[in-house]
């Protein structure tokens, strides 16, 4: 008989007997927890067990090869066997030393920290989890103990007493476990009163476990598909304008007309880029139709491009070179196209790259191009603060439109809905973008609530998916990230009976149905621009009975067309 | 003294140990958390386990309504579904209960002559735990229904614009109530 494979073996159950209700509470394994200064700081390893919910699947041989990645195998995470290269410490202990040198930023983020502890709790995961390793210091404590202990004098003298530890295989499963527990949302760099950047420590912590080829297929596999077709489910040109197709199809039948947008057009102003997310996922599908209609009412000179088909950049999750490579096909699709500038659709980390990294890491791509300031041609009003990125968010661009009175707007039309508004991450935390999104849903909608304080703007949590970790074999680990989120939505709708849940992320809008359908199933999701084409009054356009939805309008229940 | 008098009277300890029964289900280290931080928003779980503990008892202790004690236990079940439990491990804390009153009320529960009142008590919690048994496993299903309808929703529009996606005709019967396909319909999307 064939042997069964071992990530199928199911430990047997400690003993079949029946246990009171105080053996039971008891029986709780907090061993792997232990991580407190009785035990020294990170005696932590044997005790780690990967558990099933909580994990991403190991990426695929072939996403590795098609970017050219090291170490691509088959392997499964719940094998003993990570099949690693024989020399994997070396290649570790190498990798960080050669970091440690090219960024400042991770050399400071690994001294600096003095356990303050303030980080300590803002962390969704850990507030859903509570288990201790979640705690940002921790989570990268995880990997300072290693650090102490090849980088630095005293921890190479005084070994744990100074908080170091050997790196072993123990170790690095660790590292990788919690690695994947971080959504890289920055909520507890807020907090920090040093200014350290966790997300930069999960940034170089991936990177370095890359360097063994143990990515995950739900971060490998879009890196993989970006870099051949331009976006993340690896669609081809044709599939990609036969999707916006037949969104306008939809279109037609909701306001008696076709638009016609163009797709790679040479000589148009404007380049729009917007995650795949948005053309394949619903209801991010509704927010591209929002887009759709925003752009013909006001007669836009802009095209759709099928080769920079991808707004999101899972090479972020990565490494620093895939990064870039990824990002480099929107400077250079702007520059073939010989446009002016880049209007950006709603994402998250998307905004993240454009706001923090693109300028200083592909403009020269943009040499020669045409690409200048960017200014509204609506409104002539200059967006300086894209002056280096030549990129605008939608909902400045938006909400500029609206203060110049330029959309003509019927709010009621979204009068059966009681908006809130959930900061996505990277907008808010890595660009600021706080206020827009807010005037935009307020002139669009008449029923706007707020969420706690402490759970919105720069203190937004994250939605327990982004980086990578929106997967369907992890539903555990997104729940317990997702919880704090649902229990603010879940307080609004409970006060003022809220029901929409808007957001400017592709991810958002993937992740929060199912983390709302768990907590809170009466409050759907949507994008800002979705809300936008409801309101949206163009000209030569039937009466509406319908929402992008296919729902009726407020007051249309009994329409014939509906 | 009856039973419902001596629980109302020791309600702020019994209170207060049953939920320490629910935060020892925790690692030692978060237990301080949970405990301390008093914002709901900050600290959801902690608070959840506070406010529906209270709520249960004293629900158990007037009318045990199965409908209010179900939403005070949905709240602290459902977290509890997706953390680090086995399902026992999830549902277990309602006995310990049991153990918490007879600590808190040994002496009184003799004196007092309420045993007969503390079997029917007993009663209670024992539907407790079945009305909990009943709430973890629809919070378990409930994940299992959204992984799989997450897989259908990410890939519904790829596969209607590949024509792999079947969709009934508008018009179309059962069949065996006279509804094949008449002349002329075609199932096209198939």
């Given at each position: 008989m064939a042997d069964i494979p071992k990530s199928w073996k199911v430990a047997p159950p400690k003993a079949w007997k029946l246990t009171t209700p105080e053996e039971l509470v008891k029986d709780t394994d907090h061993r792997r927890y232990t991580l407190g200064l009785e035990k020294g700081w990170l005696r932590t390893a044997p005790d780690v067990e990967i558990k099933p919910g909580m994990h991403c699947h190991a990426a695929l041989p072939k996403r590795l090869e098609d970017v050219g990645m090291p170490n691509p195998r088959t392997w499964s995470v719940?094998?003993?066997?990570?099949?690693?290269?024989?020399?994997w410490k070396e290649i570790i202990l190498e990798g960080f030393k050669d970091r440690l040198e090219r960024f400042r930023s991770f050399k400071l983020f690994m001294d600096i920290?003095?356990?303050?502890?303030?980080?300590?709790?803002?962390?969704h995961y850990f507030i859903g989890s509570a288990d201790p390793k979640n705690m940002p210091v921790l989570r990268a404590e995880l990997f300072r103990s290693v650090y102490r202990k090849y980088f630095t004098t005293a921890g190479k003298v005084l070994g744990p007493i100074a908080g170091a530890r050997e790196l072993n295989i123990d170790v690095l499963k660790e590292w990788w476990y919690y690695l994947y527990q971080?959504?890289?949302?920055?909520r507890c760099s807020v907090f920090c009163p040093y200014g350290i950047d966790t997300a930069e420590i999960t940034l170089m912590g991936r990177e370095l476990t890359n360097l063994l080829g143990l990515n995950i297929d739900w971060i490998a596999a879009p890196v993989a598909f970006c870099n051949r077709t331009g976006n993340h489910m690896g669609i081809q040109p044709h599939a990609y304008k036969d999707m916006i197709e037949f969104f306008l199809d939809e279109i037609e039948t909701i306001i008696g007309y076709r638009i016609e947008p163009t797709f790679?057009?040479?000589?148009?102003?404007i380049l729009f880029i917007t995650p795949s997310g948005d053309v394949f996922g619903d209801p991010g599908t509704y927010t591209a139709m929002g887009y759709l209609m925003l752009f013909e009412a006001l007669g836009l000179d802009y095209t759709w491009s099928t080769y920079a088909s991808?707004?999101?950049?899972?090479g972020l999750f990565t490494s620093n070179e895939i990064m870039k490579k990824l990002n480099a096909k929107m400077y250079a699709e702007a520059k073939r196209l010989g446009v002016k500038w880049i209007l950006g659709g709603e994402c998250g980390h998307m905004w993240r790259v454009v706001n923090q990294y693109m300028g200083t890491m592909n403009l020269d791509m943009a040499e020669g191009s045409k690409m200048e300031e960017p200014v509204s041609p609506i409104t002539g009003t200059k967006f300086e603060n894209a002056r280096s990125t030549k990129m605008v968010h939608i909902t400045e661009f938006t909400a500029d439109l609206i203060k110049h009175g330029k959309l003509k707007l019927d709010p009621s039309r979204n009068d059966h809905l009681k908006v809130t508004y959930h900061d996505s991450c990277n907008p808010a935390r890595?660009?600021?973008?706080?206020?827009e999104p807010r005037y935009v849903i307020k002139n669009v909608c008449n029923n706007f609530y707020e969420m706690p304080p402490n759970t919105i703007r720069e203190q937004t949590f994250c939605c327990g998916g982004g980086s990578g970790l929106n997967a369907g074999e992890d539903m555990e680990l997104r729940m317990r990230g997702g919880m704090p989120r649902a229990n603010a939505v879940k307080y609004v709708h409970e006060k003022y009976g809220v029901n929409k849940l808007a957001c400017v992320c592709a991810i958002d809008r993937a992740v929060l149905p199912n983390t709302m359908e768990y907590f809170v199933p009466e409050v759907d999701v949507t994008g800002v621009h979705e809300l936008v084409a409801n309101a949206l009054i163009l000209e030569g356009e039937k009466e509406r009975t319908v929402d992008l939805r296919g729902e009726p309008l407020p007051g249309m229940e009994d329409s014939e067309d509906v | 003294m009856d039973l419902k008098s001596l629980l109302l009277q020791k309600k702020s300890p019994i209170v207060k140990k049953w939920c320490d029964v629910v935060l020892s289900t925790y690692p030692q280290q978060s237990q301080k958390f949970l405990r301390k931080q008093k914002d709901q928003f900050a600290n959801p779980v902690g608070r959840t386990i506070f406010e529906g503990i209270e709520s249960i008892f004293d629900e158990l202790l007037h009318e045990a309504n199965a409908d209010k004690i179900a939403l005070f236990l949905d709240n602290i079940i459902r977290v509890r579904a997706v953390q680090e439990f086995s399902s026992s491990q999830a549902v277990g804390f309602i006995f310990g209960l049991k153990k918490v009153i007879r600590e808190e009320l040994e002496r009184e529960i003799l004196k007092e002559g309420v045993t007969e009142e503390l079997g029917a008590f007993d009663s209670r919690i024992d539907a407790l735990a079945l009305l909990c048994f009943d709430i973890y496993t629809q919070c378990r299903q409930k994940i299992f229904d959204i992984r799989v309808k997450e897989v259908k929703t990410r890939s519904e529009r790829l596969l209607q614009m590949a024509g792999l996606a079947y969709e009934l005709p508008e018009d179309y019967e059962h069949p065996g109530k006279g509804g094949d396909l008449k002349e002329g319909q075609v199932n096209n999307k198939c």
């Open positions: 719940m094998d003993e066997d990570w099949k690693l290269p024989k020399n920290c003095v356990r303050c502890g303030a980080c300590a709790d803002k962390c971080c959504t890289e949302c920055r790679n057009r040479k000589g148009a102003e991808e707004g999101g950049n899972f890595a660009m600021g973008l706080l206020e | -």
